[in-house]
């Protein structure tokens, strides 16, 4: 039984495999051997240049190094042969000694440019160049139009084919609140209605395309670029005379500005300034329960740009005024910063929007007209929310100063607020967890509680109100989670959104998240976002902020500010809630900010609503107004827009790519990825 089992085990195909690599082996070992002399060889291809004697053809030649001995102790121990005489290590052969070769040329100096040197190691000391020769495009100055006939032939149809580039004047241009010949036509400026938005009308804005400065450069990455920015990218030095003294800024050799931190009221740096406040008040804690801060006349946002190293957010708000450049120095840092000016309107955010607002030396009268202003601070402060005042009449004891702290006093005295300490020349108050105490002042206390139908999340061209806005009985807004707990948890405010679901809203908020999550992590994946250096980033259609909660989980060193167009829900409250920046604003107009101060612009179904009331061409020329030279433009639309949306984005100078989502080629969306060159007339 075992002889015919051990039979069949050789007709098996495994025997039959194991017989068939043993005779191939056998066979190419005796071929080798036949056919090998044994000795040291090295073949060469090679293919010599064609001439009239010798053929073009490939040929195969034995190594010229074939036959000779090599002393390698000596090739590694010689250091420095000299010149004209045989050195110990020379190569030897068997027959001659070869004559040795004249040195290789040196190589050429390495002029870094990143953060990588020339040993391939990280390093913070790193010189940024100027812009690569192939991001660079020669532009003109004229606009060149096609006009025709529709397919009715009833009208002409026109269509621009280059957008020409504006006159330099206008490299700083912000269209509503450049508006000169609006502001002229003013009544009374006396509020600081200057420096409000008044936009141009319509078919008077802006058409052309605003250009960089002379000698533009790319901007200095972050964390670098919070001490440092290019002189040529903001090339204004009045705030160097002004406020050098102040430490707010300094020029750096002939290329840069420098900032070292410093503030009026903390000459000696924001870092001992926010440890002082966080001494006065044990529960202000930075990062934690304080996430989300309003810094009123920033300056060059010194005192945000240091509170992000706690993980707290601020917005930056300063006007247009005599210190003009300073919130484009701020964008320029990579401090989140818009302009803004209290004056006659509501700001442009949302209440219960801060945990803290800052103020320190704000040349803001915060008592004129019965405290309107000190009431729009009331408006977007959280409730329990601290209210820092840096400023002389806290400390100062001249007879003018001593009046206006005590304006100030029964002025917050009446507004419920608490004040929590003094101390040397700060002042902190809190402001009430509910209405109670608001219920329980003398009657005829002014002012007022607002109406109980005032909706004090409509801020968009709604002028101030003398009245106190009410908390919700409810306790929404007041009662958020710590950071960074925040940031995923669905806030009670999601409930009072004015959408078209109420059940289901927790199950909407989670289902946004999981879906920018997944399309960011592969644009990271795919697109190499992290190899871009983002950090200012606009997302022109927020809905809850999901996009932005997907960049800090992919944890990219980036700020995002969240815009709610008018078109839609106000979902700002929730934005807030979440520990993340937001503002309003009517993509049909001009948005407040410098030009070239977004690295990456992000449009979501933007345009497939809005073009419904606005032309594309105002949002795209006004998208490219605030987009760096070098930056990136990612819009995510209906397949139906993208075709004019690719026209407008060449006749920009821009390189559009449309690419199919994950859902396939098939589906009804498209992505357009756009990269803006830098355009020289």
């Not at 290789?104 to 990588?116: A, D, F, N």
């Amino acid at each position: 039984m075992k002889l015919l089992g051990n039979v069949d085990f050789l007709k098996s195909q495994a025997a039959i495999k194991f017989a068939a690599f043993v005779f191939i082996s056998v066979a190419f070992f005796y071929l080798g051997k036949h056919w090998s002399d044994g000795s040291r060889q090295l073949i060469f291809f090679s293919r010599q240049s064609p001439s009239e004697t010798t053929p073009s053809s490939p040929s195969i030649a034995i190594s010229p190094n074939f036959n000779k001995e090599f002393n390698l102790s000596a090739l590694i121990n010689a250091t420095e042969p000299e010149t004209g005489l045989e050195s110990p290590g020379s190569v030897q052969t068997k027959e001659e000694s070869v004559p040795a070769s004249s040195p290789p040329p040196p190589p050429p100096e390495i002029r870094s440019y990143g953060i990588v040197d020339a040993n391939g190691t990280m390093s913070d000391e790193f010189e940024v160049g100027e812009f690569d020769p192939d991001l660079v495009e020669n532009w003109d100055n004229t606009t060149e139009v096609e006009t025709g006939t529709d397919n009715k032939d009833v009208g002409f149809t026109f269509r621009v084919k280059k957008f020409g580039l504006c006159d330099e004047s206008m490299r700083e241009y912000i269209p509503c609140l450049d508006n000169v010949e609006a502001i002229k036509r003013l009544k009374s400026t006396d509020k600081g209605e200057r420096f409000e938005r008044h936009c141009p009308e319509e078919r008077k804005g802006l058409n052309c395309l605003v250009p960089a400065p002379k000698g533009y450069r790319p901007p200095i990455p972050w964390p670098r670029s919070r001490d440092e920015v290019w002189f040529s990218n903001v090339p204004h030095t009045r705030l160097v005379d002004d406020k050098g003294g102040q430490n707010w800024i300094s020029k750096k050799g002939k290329d840069k500005f420098k900032f070292p931190g410093g503030g009026t009221q903390f000459i000696h740096g924001a870092d001992q300034y926010l440890d002082q406040m966080s001494k006065m008040v044990p529960e202000i804690t930075f990062g934690n329960h304080i996430r989300v801060v309003l810094d009123v006349g920033c300056g060059v946002a010194s005192f945000g740009a240091y509170l992000l190293s706690q993980n707290v957010l601020t917005m930056s708000v300063a006007p247009k005024d005599v210190h003009e450049n300073q919130i484009q120095f701020a964008l320029e840092r990579g401090v989140p910063a818009m302009v803004a000016a209290f004056a006659t309107r509501r700001l442009l955010y949302p209440s219960q929007a801060f945990d803290l607002i800052h103020c320190s030396r704000c040349r803001i009268n915060w008592t004129r007209d019965d405290g309107i202003l000190l009431l729009e601070v009331n408006r977007m402060l959280r409730a329990g929310g601290y209210f820092a005042w840096a400023a002389q009449p806290v400390y100062k004891h001249e007879e003018a100063l001593e009046e206006q702290w005590e304006e100030m006093l029964n002025l917050t005295t009446r507004l419920c607020w608490n004040l929590v300490k003094k101390e040397g020349y700060i002042a902190i108050w809190q402001k009430p967890f509910n209405n109670s105490c608001y219920l329980s002042r003398e009657a005829g206390t002014s002012p007022p509680l607002c109406d109980p139908d005032d909706d004090p999340d409509n801020v968009w061209y709604v002028d101030l109100k003398a009245c106190i806005t009410r908390l919700p009985e409810n306790g929404y807004g007041a009662n958020v989670a710590p950071w960074p707990a925040r940031l995923q948890t669905p806030p009670d405010r999601l409930q009072s959104i004015q959408i078209d679901s109420y059940i289901a809203r927790k199950e909407l908020f989670k289902a946004e998240s999981k879906y920018w999550k997944e399309i960011v992590a592969s644009y990271v994946r795919s697109l190499h976002w992290k190899s871009f250096k983002l950090r200012n980033i606009l997302d022109m259609r927020a809905g809850f902020g999901g996009f932005a909660v997907a960049l800090i989980e992919n944890q990219l060193d980036a700020w995002v500010l969240n815009v709610v167009p008018v078109s839609g829900a106000n979902t700002l409250p929730v934005i807030y809630d979440r520990g993340l920046l937001g503002v309003m604003h009517d993509w049909c107009e001009p948005f407040d900010t410098y030009p070239r101060t977004y690295d990456l612009l992000h449009a979501a179904s933007l345009f497939s609503v809005e073009r419904k009331r606005c032309n594309m061409s105002t949002i795209m020329l006004e998208m490219d107004r605030i987009l760096r030279p070098g930056g990136r433009v990612y819009i995510r639309d209906s397949l139906e827009v993208m075709g004019e949306l690719q026209d407008i984005a060449k006749a920009m100078g821009w390189h559009p790519a449309l690419r199919d989502t994950s859902e396939g080629p098939h589906a009804s969306y498209r992505v357009l990825v756009c990269d803006k060159r830098l355009l020289r007339g």
